[in-house]
């Protein structure tokens, strides 16, 4: 089995940073747990990259320990994180804004 390569866009490696901050405001060393995890399963892609369903024109996989999602698409061997957005947000807005991103890329 080949293992695929995995890259962070910049605006996903925003969110994570926005999750770690928001996780940070509730408990302090919560936000570097929420930086951890969500590493973690990006990192799994390495493995399960392209299993997932896809949503608004990108696979979404759910992270383990925190309500977020991570859109990726694959591309060339090369899996690219697009966006960790959290589950909670209006679905409207999850919409909107990752075809946003599609379209940047």
Avoid: Q
Wanted: proline share 3%.
């Amino acid at each position: 089995m080949n293992s695929m390569e995995v890259r962070v866009l910049v605006a996903a490696e925003i969110d994570l940073k926005m999750g770690k901050y928001f996780y940070n405001d509730i408990e302090l060393g919560v936000g570097n747990y929420f930086w951890d995890s969500l590493l973690s399963d990006i990192e799994s892609l390495v493995i399960y990259s392209g299993i997932h369903k896809k949503e608004f024109g990108l696979h979404r996989m759910l992270a383990k320990r925190f309500p977020y999602f991570i859109y990726y698409f694959v591309k060339d061997d090369i899996s690219f994180v697009a966006a960790v957005l959290p589950m909670r947000k209006n679905p409207k807005w999850i919409e909107i804004e990752l075809t946003e991103r599609r379209g940047s890329n």
